[in-house]
């Protein structure tokens, strides 16, 4: 039955499950990680186990995030930010993850950039979402290309290139689809909240992909919304 529903219908019932669940899960834990963390100071020898049970619990808490970001009704704050910070910003995020698989990530930037009217951390979710993509994509290395420029009309172009995996053809209309996922693990919540976000800024979403040779996924973004603040 649930196939059958449509995408707004199965957003809805994601929507009611992560309100009513999100919270319940986030308040124990922040206080395991935090319990595991006091543990691994207070065992300086013999704690390989520890960074990974920290790090799953970080995996656990981002897919909260995600599901609580469905489940929240649509709030937007726009405010002055600079889209080179707000990158630098998620690779800080994702260089462990990147440096363990032995991927190198590239970025260049055309200066100077206008500052952009964003919700920033919405966008840090955005992009946080698709290099996690760029990496997974991955498993056995490679090289990230992220590039940002400004283009005509106003607007600021982040392009986001991996050499993984790729995506079969038959797959591209998938994406996005709440719980799509081709991972072993995964959720199949990033591309979904990605492109929310994305459409909420008035912006572009569009991805290139050949299997085999790797992933280009670009982002067009307006400069202006229109004024800072809430919408
Ligand atoms: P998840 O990462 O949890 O699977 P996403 O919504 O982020 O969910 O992505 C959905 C699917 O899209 C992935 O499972 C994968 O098949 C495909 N995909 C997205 N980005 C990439 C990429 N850069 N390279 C290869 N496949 C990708
Ligand atoms: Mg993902």
Do not use: W
Request: include cysteine.
């Amino acid at each position: 039955v649930y196939e059958e529903l449509h995408k707004k219908e199965k957003l809805a019932v994601v929507g009611q499950m992560a309100t009513a669940i999100g919270h319940e899960i986030r308040n124990p834990l922040s206080s395991l990680k935090g319990f595991t963390q006091l543990q691994q100071e207070r065992n300086p020898v013999g704690n390989e186990f520890y960074p990974i049970m920290i790090q799953e619990i970080d995996r656990i808490n981002s897919i909260v995030d995600d599901l609580m970001y469905l489940g929240k009704p649509k709030e937007i704050t726009f405010e002055n930010a600079r889209i080179e910070e707000i990158i630098t910003y998620t690779l800080s995020i994702t260089n462990h993850q990147a440096e363990g698989n032995g991927i190198t990530v590239e970025t260049a930037i055309a200066e100077p950039l206008p500052p952009l009217e964003c919700d920033a951390q919405q966008l840090k979710q955005v992009f946080l979402n698709l290099i996690k993509n760029a990496i997974e994509s991955m498993p056995g290395g490679g090289r990230i290309q992220i590039l940002i420029k400004s283009v005509e009309k106003h607007k600021i172009y982040i392009s986001i290139q991996d050499e993984g995996c790729g995506i079969a053809n038959e797959n591209l209309p998938n994406l996005g689809e709440p719980f799509f996922t081709t991972k072993k693990d995964g959720t199949g919540l990033g591309l979904l909240v990605t492109t929310q976000i994305i459409k909420d800024h008035n912006g572009e979403l569009n991805i290139e992909s050949e299997i085999g040779k790797g992933t280009k996924v670009d982002v067009v973004l307006p400069m202006s919304q229109g004024g800072i603040g809430k919408k």
